[in-house]
């Protein structure tokens, strides 16, 4: 199956995406993710994306299509994978259609904004594998340690709140209006359309995943 998770910065995105994956199989491609191992490695594309993305603005469309047309074609991704993060402008959607790369459904995540701010500011992280946390929603089993690895957990760069706030008008300009780039097309059908499903995400972690996965696996 092949999936975009779709929702504002702190929707869930990331803490579904590791539960869908596991539960179908298949690879999350997370361009936030990979552009922070970037960051972290110091590679060009490192050096180019960090201000960029401290600021809370978008990287170039032309780079994040070059990464995703490099991504998907390794063959862990032959079966499917999930966008998460991906695409994040109409020319992104534009230029996914252009590569071919058709798309069973869309799944949107939905959190007002007055919610997001408090999300972000008790979000953790384990920097190694992407896995999120939150200090009172979510929290690891032993706190500011990787459930998995027992590694530290780290804040995001990104997660002040004025660069949060700025994530958010950023998503209403130019993400958002993928919500009806989507639905309407869904709603349209036709060859290739996808399906499109909502969510609310507002309630707990474990609910929510429940609801996405029984309407994914319910087809
Ligand atoms: P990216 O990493 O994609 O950030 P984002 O889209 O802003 O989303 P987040 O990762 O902040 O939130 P999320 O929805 O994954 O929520 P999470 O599960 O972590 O992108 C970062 C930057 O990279 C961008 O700003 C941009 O600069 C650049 N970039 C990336 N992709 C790009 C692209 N395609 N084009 C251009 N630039 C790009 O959850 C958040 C918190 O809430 C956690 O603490 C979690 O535990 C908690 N939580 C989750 N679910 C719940 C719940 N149901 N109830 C309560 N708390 C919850
Ligand atoms: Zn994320």
Redesign the pocket.
Known sequence: MRLILL?P???????QAGYICEALGIPQI????M?RAAVKAGTPLGQQAKQ??DE????PDDV?LGLIQERIGEPDCANGFLF?????TIA?ADGLNEQGIGIDAVVEIQVPDEAIVE??S??RVHPGSGR???VV??PPQQAGKDDVTGEELVQRD?DREETVRH?LSVYHEQTRPLVDYYSRWAERGGDGAPRYITVD?Q???EM?RDEILAALQGN
């Not at 910065?9 to 803490?15: H, N, Q």
């Not at 997370?30 to 993710?33: C, H, Q, Y």
């Open positions: 929702g910065p702190g929707a869930g995105k990331g803490t997370s361009t936030g993710d552009l960029v993305m809370g603005g978008l990287v994040i998460d993060g991906f695409p994040r992104q999300r972000m008790g979000r999120v946390y939150h929603h979510n990104d994530r995400g309630r707990p972690v929510v």
